[in-house]
């Protein structure tokens, strides 16, 4: 493992070489290992391991079976069984997620009796404005900065090298330009020396990045968008058996005595688009001003919304947030894997990332390493 500059890397060469250690590309690569062990491979990431400043470490971290496509709710649990178990600790914890409603839907019940375990809960909400609950008992909440450590961790256990603190730059043939990056004494960011290593297949698993450095390094055009995502702060009490919240497609993830928000992605941002803030009775505030939108509408059905609770910020750097991938150009796309030509694939999380993920990842692993397995197909 290579974490900064002052280590030599003189490598030139490798079978598979992931860009990107975030959730997925880590995940790809310890699959790639696990199934293939003879290939050499290198993980890079223009960051530390969990990188700070990308979407792996602000997701919300929510696993329900209500967020699985028709026809893939086996690769889901699948996805859902390898958090539970053999990622290490990922601080996963079971516990339900409740969908309130205007109006019932199939398998609902009144919100008053879904929640009445759960006053801390109940008492966000104005039940006249909600009054129905779709209860998933199968949810979980799970940390995906912690799935990228200890996926990548495995990974190198696993023989997989892997290089801290390096911007990838794709090209043709298979080259990778590595910028080792190193910080000067006014904490300026600089590039303190360039290698090339050549590949046979390179997986771009950079997250929103992903898809301008194969437009950019490959010439490839691809359909694929960002969104920039906040994630504010709520600071009503829970406790560590509290449900996640879902309503108006804003997810209340208990956390840390509070509730993270984690709002709905309705579509893809404008390209050069730059977030704003926006304001609140006329006072400026950190959170952008769609994001903004979204929350007054549903101060009515959740009035803690309003209170002073809800951390607006002063500026965007105050309300975390972070460019998040959007397979397809959707936020409804599910992740996916997508060959560029012959040396190139583009790995893409999205807003599903968090229910299947990791079986993306591992189909991915799969077809690299030429094997069959699937290992949420039924047998024959």
Avoid: K
Avoid at 92 to 112: D, E, I, M, N, Y
Avoid at 245 to 269: F, K, M, S, V
């Amino acid at each position: 493992m290579w974490a900064h500059v002052g280590q030599p890397f003189a490598e030139t060469a490798y079978d598979v070489v992931v860009v990107g250690a975030g959730r997925m590309g880590a995940f790809c690569a310890r699959e790639l290992r696990r199934l293939a062990p003879a290939l050499r491979l290198l993980l890079v990431e223009e960051g530390g391991l969990p990188n700070e400043e990308g979407a792996t470490l602000l997701a919300p971290g929510v696993w329900s079976a209500h967020d699985a496509p028709p026809g893939r709710e086996a690769e889901a649990a699948w996805t859902r069984a390898q958090l539970a178990g053999p990622l290490g600790d990922v601080q996963f914890r079971a516990a339900p997620l409740v969908r309130l409603t205007a109006q019932p839907t199939p398998g609902s019940r009144p919100t008053a009796e879904a929640l009445a375990a759960h006053p801390e809960a109940l008492a966000l909400l104005d039940p006249a404005a909600l009054p129905w609950a779709q209860v998933d008992p199968a949810a979980a909440t799970f940390r995906p900065g912690a799935v990228a450590l200890n996926a990548a961790q495995e990974a190198v256990r696993l023989g997989a090298d892997l290089l801290l603190n390096t911007r990838a730059c794709p090209g043709g043939g298979g080259e990778v330009t590595l910028e080792r990056l190193s910080v000067t004494n006014t904490h300026e960011v600089v590039v303190h020396e360039r290698r090339v290593v050549r590949a046979a297949q390179v997986v771009i698993a950079a997250g929103a990045a992903g898809a301008a450095l194969a437009e950019h390094g490959l010439g490839v055009h691809t359909a694929h968008g960002r969104a920039y995502r906040q994630s504010p702060r709520l600071e009503e009490p829970s406790t560590e058996a509290s449900p996640t919240l879902r309503a108006g497609g804003l997810t209340l993830r208990p956390q840390a005595g509070g509730w993270t928000l984690a709002p709905a992605i309705w579509h893809r941002d404008p390209q050069g688009y730059v977030p704003g803030g926006g304001a609140l009775t006329g006072v400026p505030t950190g959170l952008r001003r769609e994001t903004l939108e979204d929350l007054v509408a549903l101060m009515d059905a959740v009035p803690a919304l309003a209170g002073g609770g809800l951390g607006l910020g002063r500026s965007l750097s105050d309300v975390p947030g972070a460019w998040l991938a959007l397979p397809h150009g959707r936020p409804d796309a599910p992740p996916l894997w997508q060959r560029l030509d012959e040396t190139h694939t583009l790995l893409l999380g999205g807003p599903l990332a968090d229910v299947l993920g990791l079986g993306v990842a591992h189909g991915l692993a799969a077809a690299l390493a030429g094997v069959p397995e699937r290992p949420w197909a039924p047998a024959g």
